[in-house]
């Protein structure tokens, strides 16, 4: 598919360690981790592959709405833009309240035909709207980690041109500040930790 690129475990190592290192001194491993996405049925996950299979096979209706965002050849503009839209779009709704469930994670088709979800959901539907519009996936990642509210799902982009990892996130900590302005991601106050990074490729923890 035209929205994967294939990178070496090396070059992502790299990426993370020399461009990441000023939110966590601590280095970055990959490893094989399954999540659970359907608490019910104790259905487990690997996180990179929860992804992969929507990017490599995207839903048609994701695909032809992704085209809208082609209009904004600026990657940093575009991911903005895909964060509204989002944010305009999609309700925030509990699992317990959407699916019956303590924890699920909706697929990004399932989070836009039913137009709610909540962190992993919305967050996830940026992400594969981000990526089916052609932002690559060595500048935006997937984290799991700890907030002030607790354990939270959202997304770390890092800017071509301003060369700075920023938080993208539709539910906990929204804003549509431009990439310019935009505060560099840190440890601080809202954000406490990443547990795991991952995007369709593969999935780094410290």
């Known amino acids: 598919m035209m929205y994967t690129n294939k990178f070496s475990k090396k070059f992502i190592l790299k990426l993370l360690n020399d461009t990441f290192n000023d939110i966590t001194d601590r280095h970055w491993y ?8 359907d608490s019910k049925e104790r259905t487990r996950r690997r996180l990179n592959l929860f992804l992969k299979d929507q990017i490599d096979k995207p839903a048609p209706e994701l695909v032809k ?9 600026n990657p ?8 509204k839209f989002v944010k305009t779009n999609i309700k925030y709704v509990s699992d317990k ?17 039913r137009k709610a ?34 354990g939270h799902f959202w997304l770390v982009y890092l800017s071509p041109k301003y060369a700075k990892w920023v938080s993208i996130d539709g539910t906990f900590y929204p804003s549509f500040k431009s990439m310019k302005t935009r505060p560099k991601f840190i440890f601080k106050n809202k954000y406490r930790s990443i547990w795991f990074l ?5 999935i780094f923890k410290t």
Not at 65 to 71: A, G
Not at 76 to 83: G, Q, T, V
Request: contains cysteine; aromatic residues 14%; charged residues 25%.
């Open 117 to 150: 979800d909540d962190c992993d959901g919305q967050n996830s539907l940026i992400y594969v709207l981000a990526r089916l519009s052609g932002i690559s996936d060595m500048n935006l990642w997937c984290a799991i980690g700890d907030t002030s509210a607790g």
């Open 198 to 202: 991952f995007n369709e490729q593969a």
């Open 65 to 73: 709405l992704s085209k809208k965002f082609l209009k904004y050849p």
């Open 97 to 113: 309240r959407n699916f019956g469930k303590v924890e699920y994670w909706a697929s990004a088709i399932e989070t836009w035909k």
């Open 76 to 83: 940093d503009e575009r991911i903005i833009e895909i964060l």
């Open 30 to 37: 990959r490893i094989f981790y399954s999540y659970v996405t």
